[in-house]
């Protein structure tokens, strides 16, 4: 089956996040398909072999790698996951990096997580505007964070159970706003192509 976008995913927590975020953002008329893998290095070989197959199949394909940044430095991940895309002849992408982890996320957005957990409201919202949740992205490990927060946090399912009340529009993640910002600008590239070709 052919995809007007395919996501290429580090891990299954953000497949269980884009699933339930990109069906608020993506036409009925852009078909679209979530990859999950099992971490940077089965992400990295996966990448020119999922390229050339869906390539073969429909050459308008659209890749979106989204990748954690980790301990990385982020301009030279990117390159290197450009340089892995390029080398198997995809030119056509757009590369996320997430800063540090998915956590981070949910850290911009503290009532996403109180309406997960049931928590009473202000619980952690009301420390939204603390300095570290003002800006999630430079905290070097929000997964231990939002732990602290919420001990029983568990990335595999619960990341599923807080994408499902995450604000779209109102994220204090920088990564998170760019990521929604080059979703938006690509689905109008992708509106048009359509549109064209019906």
Request: glycine residues 2%; aromatic residues 8%; positive net charge.
């Amino acid at each position: 089956m052919s995809y007007d976008l395919i996501f290429l995913l580090e891990e299954p927590s953000m497949k269980n996040v884009l699933e339930e975020i990109l069906p608020k953002i993506i036409p009925e008329q852009i078909s679209f398909i979530c990859i999950a893998h099992q971490g940077k290095q089965d992400l990295a070989k996966s990448i020119p072999i999922k390229i050339r197959a869906f390539n073969n199949i429909s050459p308008h394909t659209q890749f979106i790698i989204v990748h954690d940044q980790d301990s990385h430095d982020c301009q030279k991940l990117k390159a290197e996951l450009l340089q892995i895309c390029q080398t198997a002849g995809q030119n056509n992408l757009i590369i996320r990096i997430i800063c540090h982890e998915l956590e981070s996320w949910f850290l911009g957005n503290l009532e996403a997580v109180e309406k997960a957990y049931n928590l009473k409201r202000n619980t952690l919202s009301k420390h939204q505007n603390n300095r570290k949740y003002r800006n999630p992205d430079q905290l070097n490990s929000a997964k231990q964070e939002l732990k602290n927060l919420v001990p029983e946090y568990y990335p595999a399912t619960h990341s599923k159970k807080i994408a499902r009340y995450l604000s779209l529009t109102d994220n204090k993640s920088k990564s998170f706003q760019v990521f929604m910002q080059g979703i938006k600008m690509l689905l109008e590239t992708q509106i048009i192509r359509t549109q064209k070709s019906m």
